[in-house]
């Protein structure tokens, strides 16, 4: 039986709109969940993608995962809400940069 070939750069050029820096984000957060940091399920989810066992699009409609997500994404915006307007700048800020310095690391 033949193994998934891995998620090529394209798929997370096609997720971020084709911005290098996003794409490259993207599987950096992945390779962070593979490592457990969101707890077993989001690890499994991205084992999966990372090795070209499931497509990320797809994960989001999926029983196993999606509800996960979910929840994480309501926590997540939940934390947002409550930052304070300037705190928000800044992480924002610092988001933007880091996914540009990103992306013109991918150019070089």
Wanted: proline share 5%.
């Amino acid at each position: 039986m033949t193994q998934p070939e891995p998620p090529s750069e394209q798929q997370f050029l096609d997720l971020t709109d084709g911005d290098p820096g996003l794409a490259r984000l993207l599987h950096a957060s992945l390779t962070r969940l593979r490592e457990g940091v969101g707890g077993g399920d989001l690890q499994e989810m991205a084992r999966d993608v990372l090795a070209g066992h499931a497509d990320l699009r797809q994960i989001a409609t999926n029983d196993a995962y999606g509800g996960e997500l979910l929840d994480r994404f309501h926590r997540f915006r939940a934390w947002e809400q409550d930052l304070d307007p300037d705190e928000r700048q800044r992480i924002t800020d610092e988001a933007t940069e880091l996914a540009a310095d990103l992306g013109t690391q991918e150019q070089q």
